[in-house]
């Protein structure tokens, strides 16, 4: 089995469409843009960086969400306390709660079939 860091930021009071998860991206990604390339998957030159996203965005029930994976884990825990809006659209977001949850997750082959 192979250990993964994850780390889940949910804003619970902000809901948004489904989507709408490439404006999450968007916000974050020139928001936080000279923090670390994991936000964005982009070099300084602007070349794309082809890996699997250690930070993906999403909106999960209508609720803004960051998930993070290792270094990516690592780095949203880091940005957490510098959240305090979201422009969505053409809509800003005063961000009152949000909720960070860090763990440690076991990925591998099992011989179960899980659905």
Do not use: C
Request: hydrophobic fraction near 40%; glycine fraction near 6%; charge should be positive.
């Amino acid at each position: 089995m192979i250990k993964v860091y994850q780390t889940i930021i949910r804003f619970p009071e902000i809901q948004l469409a489904t989507r709408d998860a490439h404006k999450v991206r968007g916000f974050f990604g020139n928001l936080f843009r000279m923090h670390s390339p994991l936000l964005h998957n982009h070099m300084e030159s602007g070349r794309l960086i082809y890996r699997y996203p250690l930070v993906q965005y999403k909106v999960i029930d209508g609720t803004p969400t960051l998930m993070g994976l290792n270094e990516g884990a690592d780095l949203l825990t880091q940005l957490f306390l510098k959240i305090n809006s979201l422009d969505i659209g053409d809509r800003s977001y005063t961000v009152l709660e949000k909720n960070i949850q860090n763990r440690v997750i076991s990925i591998g082959l099992s011989d179960e079939l899980y659905s």
